[in-house]
């Protein structure tokens, strides 16, 4: 089992729409949990972190199921500006790992108007 | 703000050219990583390091080695350049979320995409 897994998409919405990402891990042990965006030929840009109480900034929703190791985002009302590649990030805490993530593939996201 | 600059956004090399690409950060962090990322692939990580002089490897190690005689920079090296290390080349760095010890947020450079012909 891959350790972070997550639906390469690509996501096409059109704007105003309301849509999810979902992503599981197999290390049971993982202590913190990202999202993160990257645009096209830039670099990854951290979007939020996950926290066990589910977390919301404006439009975004993340929520963690350490049950079920699932983790997923929630975009309401997209916008053109959405449109993006979103990476799913675990840092899984090995020992000594100290700060060592693992990225998902990313799940491509693309708004038309 | 956090700042993580690299030396080229673009570079074209031979095979067999030893290349040496710089990465740079202004925040004190303590760790940095290179990865490279292809199409399909993600992010795979080369090397990191936990502090000056310090390197581990990563998943992909081979062909590569690194530096760190700073804390705030991290080199890393293509001894013998190959066409199949073509690729686009990302720095981190990291420190802890505050409050969270164990929580470690990685700012990246604007990356290096290496064309090796």
């Known amino acids: 089992r891959k350790e972070v897994e997550q639906d390469p998409g690509p996501f096409n919405v059109p704007e105003g729409a309301t849509v999810a990402f979902n992503c599981t891990y197999s290390?049971?042990?993982?202590?913190?949990f990202f999202w993160y965006r990257q645009d096209c030929r830039k670099e990854p840009k951290l979007l939020m972190s996950v926290y066990s109480s589910g977390n919301e900034d404006g439009r975004f929703t993340a929520q963690l199921n350490r049950a079920s190791q699932y983790i997923s985002l929630l975009i309401r009302d997209s916008k053109l500006s959405d449109s993006a590649t979103y990476l799913c990030?675990?840092?899984?805490?090995?020992?000594?790992?100290?700060?060592?993530?693992?990225f998902g593939k990313g799940t491509k996201l693309s708004v038309k108007p | 703000d956090v700042k993580v600059t690299q030396s080229s956004r673009y570079l074209v090399k031979r095979t067999g050219e030893k290349v040496f690409l710089e990465c740079v950060q202004d925040m004190d962090h303590e760790n940095m990583f290179w990865y490279r990322q292809d199409p399909g692939l993600g992010l795979r990580l080369i090397y990191f390091s936990y502090d000056v002089k310090m390197k581990e490897k990563g998943d992909i190690p081979e062909g590569y080695s690194v530096s760190r005689e700073k804390k705030e920079r991290f080199s890393l090296i293509l001894e013998s350049a190959s066409t199949n290390q073509t690729s686009m080349y990302l720095c981190?760095?990291?420190?802890?979320?505050?409050?969270?010890?164990?929580?470690?947020?990685?700012?990246f450079g604007p990356g290096t995409r290496l064309t090796v012909t």
């Open positions: 290390n049971s042990a993982s202590q913190s």
């Open positions: 981190a760095s990291s420190h802890p979320l505050a409050g969270r010890s164990s929580s470690y947020e990685q700012y």
């Open positions: 990030v675990v840092n899984p805490n090995y020992g000594g790992s100290q700060g060592n993530l693992i």
